[in-house]
């Protein structure tokens, strides 16, 4: 039975795109190395392989071991911040193991590739809603290394004809499944609950941005939506329907920071007052994509509002302190 490859399928966004391919019956493999994913987070009947993209022996290793239909590329070093003092680290990550990957599917004749891209590639736009259209113009080595992902799988495909996409996440949050959360250090939902629970008062930084309540706007998309748009781009790629190289999973509208903050404190019943610090340099102030194309083209829909995705990813971090 033919399998896709998750790799980074032990991590927050990757274990739940295995769970949705199990959903509909297709088998998955699972490369990380556990870095910052969790082993637990992988069911046990999900062959687990651990190690890096950056080992082309295992990676020939797992595709000769393994009959691999295609493949979902999640791994990757995904801290924008970190990344400005660790850019030699970032883009060996995620650069070099990208084209190891590539090397590994060429050699092995796996054609079929979805990449884990970022809104990280726009930068700071100049417009209030983003489309795949939208010139690239990455800040920070994350960025950019996610941008070089695409060029090359770009031209990967001219020389070889892999099939692929390439889908550009916004700020994933919530939780599809009690067991799977997200563990990041540099997220919002965690930081807030990391406060709350800890009896800090969670912080907004900088409450006079050109917003309707004048804290920045961003793209919320819950994690389950995201992982089933991967399922049907994963299909419709194997079942050789032609794709657009780039997709943005956006929600086209945003959410401030304050309600998020307001959100959290109605869901969690914990009452709070967010404690107001001056503007972070280089915060825009709004940044939101359209997905009208993804939704077009691979079903993409927010099934989910904001008071579900923090409930949801209350639910997922309370389960995980028993």
Known sequence: MDSWLVTGGAGYIGAHIVASFADVGIATVVLDDLSSGHRHFVPDDVPFVEGS???ADLLARVFAEHQIAGVVHVAGFKYAGVSVDRPLHTYEQNVTGTQRLLQAMETADVSHLVFSSSAAVFGTPDVDVVTEQT????????????????????DQARATGLRHTSLRYFNVVGSGA????????????????????AGRTPRIYGTDYPTPDGTCVRDYIHVADLAD?????????ADGDDL?????????TGSSVRQIMDTVAEVTGIDFTPEVADRRPGDPAQIVATGESAARDLQWQMRHDLRSM??????ARQAAEH
Request: glycine share 6%; charged share 20%; aromatic share 10%.
């Open 53 to 55: 993209i950056l080992d």
């Open 135 to 154: 010139p690239t113009s990455p800040e920070s080595p994350y960025g950019e290394s996610k941008l070089i992902g695409e060029w090359l799988i770009r």
């Open 178 to 197: 009690d067991h799977l959360y997200d563990t990041s250090p540099h997220n919002l939902f965690p930081l807030v609950f990391d406060a709350l629970m």
């Open 229 to 237: 748009a991967h399922v049907v781009a994963a299909r419709r790629l």
């Open 244 to 252: 657009e190289a780039v997709y943005n999973l956006g929600s086209g």
């Open 310 to 315: 923090v409930a949801s990813a209350w639910a």
